[in-house]
């Protein structure tokens, strides 16, 4: 309970949901997703824009591949009241439901590129990204490989083992050695969590601060 933000809620209002229809952004660099032999998925941070964060990554372009990045469903101004716009997941307001609502919205989106079976498929979350990323997985999505890029796991991973796709083979998880919000003790943590899963499971800890690093995850997708 956070009394500053006065979580939960108030017990004398009644709280309604309803379901909508509502339009998601994506965004891809690289061949589209129907031309490609293999697909990268990102799931950006906390108040990242996933076009912003992909202009970054052009040095993992290669032939047959396509990046692409999800936009989560929260958009809002980084800074203030106008300016620079960002993105995130959830927050803490009605959480299982967002949780259930990008879940659904995620498979809507894989399903909806009408890949082939045959397509390799890396999903990478970065920050806050990890979360989802992590849920993601744990609702049985069928990928090959799972990059979690300096973010926590969900607590949910901690308490119970996932049941995740006997598809996926390897997981990596990294942490650069100076992240300044993802710390060396979580990263631990989450690496004995990972441990008890059935797959592969590498840890990475280059140099480098809270941010993307583009080598290392050139490295890891290019690794057989």
């Given amino acids: 309970m956070d009394l500053k933000l006065k979580y939960p809620l108030p017990e004398n209002v009644e709280s309604h949901s309803i379901e ?36 970054g990554l052009h040095s993992l372009e290669k032939a047959g591949r396509s990046i692409c990045a999800p936009e989560g469903l929260s958009r809002f101004y980084v800074r203030g009241a106008n300016g620079r716009v960002g993105a995130s997941w959830m927050t803490r307001d009605d959480r299982q439901q967002e949780i259930k609502d990008h879940i659904s ?26 979360a989802t990323a ?49 710390s060396e003790t979580e990263h631990h943590q989450a690496l004995d969590t990972l441990k008890s899963q059935d797959v592969v499971v590498k840890s990475h800890e280059p140099e480098g601060t809270h941010k993307i690093n583009a080598q290392i995850l050139n490295r890891i997708l290019t690794a057989s």
């Fill in 134 to 182: 992590a849920r993601w997985i744990a609702s049985g999505v069928e990928i090959d490989k799972v990059v979690f890029l300096s973010g926590t796991l969900p607590p949910e991973w901690k308490l119970k083992k996932p049941q995740i796709s006997e598809r996926i083979d390897e997981i990596h998880i990294v942490r650069p050695l100076h992240d300044e919000f993802y």
């Fill in 105 to 130: 919205y995620l498979n809507t989106w894989l399903q909806s590129l009408k890949l082939s079976k045959n397509r390799h498929i890396t999903l990478v979350g970065f920050s806050q990204g990890v």
């Fill in 20 to 55: 909508i229809t509502r339009t998601a952004r994506w965004f891809h660099i690289g061949v589209l997703p129907s031309e490609c032999q293999e697909i990268v998925i990102l799931l950006h941070g906390y108040g990242q824009h996933p076009s912003y964060m992909l202009s």
